[in-house]
């Protein structure tokens, strides 16, 4: 009988290809050459013997069977290519695809902390952390999120002053080794940057939010899903006097801006008797009352809404937004 040999050319979802391995076969005494197709003489002196080339090939690579419903493929040969099929038929291949879909389905779906019923995870960070959609989950994973942090943080050890000195003594080390500097050259200075390169960082920075590199805050994406429920024609990171807003809905004329608790100090938690405010803080709350003046100036209505108000009064800015 002849040796073949076979060496593995490509495999897809669909199929696997082999390709032959010899230029030539010797088979009862002659030499048949194989660099183009298979030639027919050889074909006929198989059959004389009572043999055939597809019969070779089983031998060769056995018996395949469809991945799904286990019925036996057939494979062909074609110009030194064995094709062998992964499925009997179009429905199939489909589904093994449903089947692919199921295990995401079940790798993705998890189980509430809060009230118990099964939830798909989605790229909210919160979702993650085990609360489903309902707005009573949200809240009760945001309350207890600070909290279970606080309990098991470093600072609240016994250990913290040692931990202290020793971070102190590592990042002293550090700085004579290395010669470093946590203090950046051109922090508190002013006149280092020319008007051009000034303007050519700017330009850099709007290019990027308009290609959106950034990535959305997740108080952005639950404000953007419900722009498109309503069907309303806005653009995410609008420019207007170089000054960048979240969102501009444009038949409106109305601006959104999705602002955080921390940075931009909501009046709630910072501020008159409450927790100090930062230099930051004190900065971002001026740099906000700039943007109200410049989108009432170039005729625009601004909504700045807080993420305390997107996370537990949804509803309500949903309605409000409405209106305007």
């Keep these: 009988m002849i040796n073949l040999k076979f060496k593995p050319l490509k495999e897809d979802c669909k199929s696997k290809i082999f390709v032959l391995d010899l230029a030539e076969i010797k088979y009862d005494g002659s030499i048949f050459n194989l660099r183009n197709r298979l030639v027919t003489n050889l074909c006929r002196k198989l059959n004389k013997n009572g043999f055939s080339f597809q019969t070779i090939l089983n031998e060769y690579f056995g018996e395949f069977a469809c991945e799904t419903c286990n019925k036996k493929i057939t494979y062909s040969y074609s110009r030194k290519r064995v094709y062998i099929k992964k499925y009997c038929s179009k429905t199939c291949f489909a ?32 979702s993650r952390k ?58 508190d200075k ?82 008159d008797g409450l927790k100090k405010l930062s230099d930051k803080q004190i900065l971002k709350r001026k740099d906000d ?9 170039n005729g625009y209505r601004i909504l700045q809404i807080w993420e305390n108000d997107i996370i537990k009064n949804l509803e309500d800015v949903k309605k409000l937004i409405n209106q305007l």
């Design 95 to 126: 589904n093994s695809k449903k089947r692919l879909k199921e295990k995401i389905d079940k790798y993705k779906r998890k189980k509430c902390k809060c009230c118990g019923d099964y939830y798909y995870v989605d790229g909210n960070h919160l």
């Design 130 to 187: 085990g609360a489903c959609a309902k707005k009573e989950c949200l809240e009760h994973v945001l309350d207890n999120f600070g909290k279970n942090i606080k309990k098991t943080h470093w600072a609240k050890t016994l250990n913290k002053n040692i931990i202290i000195t020793k971070r102190i003594k590592t990042r002293l080390n550090n700085d004579k080794i290395f010669d470093r500097k946590y203090k950046s050259w051109n922090k």
């Design 190 to 271: 002013t006149g280092i940057y020319s008007k051009e390169t000034i303007e050519k960082m700017r330009a850099g920075a709007i290019r990027n939010f308009e290609k959106e590199i950034y990535k959305k805050t997740g108080i952005e994406k639950i404000i953007e899903n419900f722009l498109k429920e309503q069907n309303l024609k806005y653009k995410y990171s609008f420019f207007v006097e170089k000054r960048q807003f979240d969102f501009c809905v444009f038949d409106k004329k109305l601006l959104v801006e999705c602002q955080g608790d921390f940075w931009h100090a909501n009046p709630l938690f910072y501020g």
């Design 289 to 297: 009352e700039i943007k109200k003046i410049i989108a009432i100036r």
